[in-house]
């Protein structure tokens, strides 16, 4: 019912900026909730920051002053800028959304995005 597609991911070099992108479409009634996972290969996917309705952002310690989780509410589009890029934060990143479907639903379902490849590397 609901996709989340994503986009913004690319090889970039260690100190560079990149914005990664997703957008909620399909039976969305209202989001509460969006967020930013990661996973680099043979670790656990990983919270990197969320935002959700009435407060402020959240971050994961490593990404604090570094990464900015913006959210435009009437696209139903979250945003993730990310400055000064470390080897570290290569990994695969999933958008992921927490959604009421319907009017007539007080069941809040969590969508996740395809993922979209972040290389940091020189």
């Known amino acids: 019912q609901v996709q989340l597609v994503e986009s913004g991911g690319e090889l970039v070099q260690p100190g560079g900026s990149l914005r990664l992108s997703c957008a909620a479409s399909?039976?969305?009634?209202?989001?509460?909730?969006m967020g930013w996972y990661r996973q680099a290969p043979g670790k656990q996917r990983e919270l990197v920051a969320s935002?959700?309705?009435?407060?402020?952002?959240n971050y994961r310690d490593s990404v604090k002053g570094r990464f900015t989780i913006s959210r435009d509410n009437a696209k139903n589009t979250v945003y993730l800028q990310m400055n000064s890029l470390k080897p570290e934060d290569t990994a695969v990143y999933y958008c992921?959304?927490?959604?009421?479907?319907?009017?007539?639903?007080?069941?809040?379902?969590?969508?996740w995005g395809q993922g979209t490849q972040v290389t940091v590397s020189s």
């Open positions: 992921h959304a927490i959604v009421l479907v319907s009017s007539y639903s007080s069941t809040w379902s969590h969508y």
């Open positions: 399909g039976s969305v009634f209202d989001i509460n909730a």
């Open positions: 935002i959700t309705r009435g407060s402020s952002p």
